[in-house]
């Protein structure tokens, strides 16, 4: 490989360095462009064809479909680790002993209490008020509660915000769904697993006690490991963004909350149970879909299928497709949604629109079957994928402020008016 890339403009020739990842991935460092050409920048749309930073987290191919959390591939880490076990991986870079990993989690309880006020701001909202605006919004409350920003240097004080957010958000999670479904606010029990105690929050019955199902605890503990994390996607991307003016941890996932929310991103997976039932309320019609989907003047988009990086295929969608004919079977859950979903995604395989733009399924085509089996309610599926990337939000935001980068703040074409003088309003 080249060690350098030319630019001639005007005859001028500009040279930049070229460097290579540990997975042989090729990128020009342009770091210097605007200063050597006196004010040339580049321009891409949705950043494409740039990288905003180095990583050492998540590496993917989208053309060979890998996913790896600091090296461990996804399919091994879906199959054999813990949610909690994936999340101390992507922060800590390895994955933990077992006294390393009690201690984490019993640093994580410690800290798994909200201060009662926080119910107040629960209370405030109407209970049409949608879970992802309440979860960003507690989320960044929780800076009024704990308002001391993090230390990123010291060790000790990043370690604590760290427990002290994967010990409150699955509360924040729970309140928001009970207060929609007018349940008193619970909190679990401190004795149970993480995901055990994530849904006892969410699903005790007052009035009786929680019984586990192991399928259940399975099937979220898969999920929640799927979307652990996942490069600079649009919404760690804001976090880390946010993070790189230095505001504070609390509010940085707030905004990546905020940016998931978008139907084109994470929101995608409560839009793909949407499509799916109206395609099934209008007889399983997906032709019809498939024509919308395809038609330039129609906003429709097939959700859950197509994605920036993957262009063979999403390796989550594939784990949670045999997943979710696992987790119906041993439930014993005849969904017609999932019969509907898999005929889509042979039509739109074998229709030269998708396979020329090649869209395949994404994470989030099969998962919403799967939260809808686990009893998790539809504008809840988000939610869910936030709970799962909340570790990853976090490993990548201290990654940025511990590499000490720059603010982020990307330059423009302006293409507007050019200078004009003011014409008083009654000239005009
Ligand atoms: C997630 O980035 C990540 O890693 C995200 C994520 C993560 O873990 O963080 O993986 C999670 O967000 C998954 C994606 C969930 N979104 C959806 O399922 C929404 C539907 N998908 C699309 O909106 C779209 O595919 C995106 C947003 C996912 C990707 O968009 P791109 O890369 O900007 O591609 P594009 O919009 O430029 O589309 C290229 C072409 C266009 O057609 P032409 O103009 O070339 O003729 O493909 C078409 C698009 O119209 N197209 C689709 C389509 N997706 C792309 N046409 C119909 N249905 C679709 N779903």
Redesign the pocket.
Known sequence: MAKSATIEIDGQKFEFPIITGTENEVAIDISSLRSATKGIITLDA?YKNTGSCKSKITFLDGENGILRYRGYSIEELAEKASFLEVAYLLIFGDLPTQEQYEKFYNDIKSYSVVDDDVRKIVDAFPKSAHPMGIVSSLTSALTAFNPSSVNVNSEQEAYKAIVRIIGKFPVLVAWTFRKKHGLPLDYGDKNLGYVENVLKMMFKQPNEDYVQNDVIVDALNKLLIL?AD?EQ???TSTVRITGSSHAGLFVSLSAGISALWG????G?NQAVLEMLEAIKEDGGDTKKYMAK?KDKDDPF?????????YKNFDPRARIIKKAADEVLDDLGIDDPILDIAKGLEKEALEDQYFVD?K?YP???FYSGIIYRALGIPTDMFTVMFALGRLPGWIAQWFEMRLNKEPIGRPRQLYVGETARPFVPIEKR
């Open positions: 949705g979307h996942h996607n649009c919404s139907p084109l991103h994470g995608a989907a988009r097939l959700m859950g299928f197509g994605h920036r990086v733009r869209l994404n994470v989030d």
